[in-house]
Nanobody
Framework: QVQLVESGGGLVQAGGSLRLSCAAS????????MGWFRQAPGKEREFVGG????????SYSESVKGRFTISRDNAKNTVYLQMNSLKPEDTAVYYC?????????????????WGQGTQVTVSS
């Protein structure tokens, strides 16, 4: 069982930056693919990015590629999402996710564990 707790959300102006953190419980964190999804009001949940067990492979949605960076520290059981050049359309609740199987997946249904989410609001 893995429990995920996100932090770092908040209000930022367009063009600014935020770093989200996700602290995971459980001794098998290093054997889980980690990722981030987001959901804006009235929209479906959207894949943001994912990272492999070792951190050697990352994947991003086209909408955030080049602006967001996902990383992990297995010694601290923590995954991060560095968000730069934020836009108003990045406003959403951001969820940390984990899956036991290999490979980053874009389908939300492929993830076994979800955090409660943290709100990110980007003002114009």
């Amino acid at each position: 069982q893995v429990q995920l707790v996100e932090s770092g959300g908040g209000l930022v102006q367009a063009g600014g930056s935020l770093r989200l953190s996700c602290a995971a419980s459980g001794r098998t964190f290093s054997r889980h693919v980690m990722g981030w999804f987001r959901q804006a009001p009235g929209k479906e949940r959207e894949f943001v990015g994912g990272i492999s067990w070792t951190g050697g492979t990352t994947s991003y949605s086209e909408s955030v590629k080049g602006r967001f960076t996902i990383s992990r520290d297995n010694a601290k059981n923590t995954v991060y999402l560095q968000m730069n050049s934020l836009k108003p359309e990045d406003t959403a609740v951001y969820y940390c996710v984990a899956r036991r199987d290999l490979g980053v997946r874009l389908d939300a249904g492929k993830y076994d564990y979800w955090g409660q989410g943290t709100q990110v609001t980007v003002s114009s």
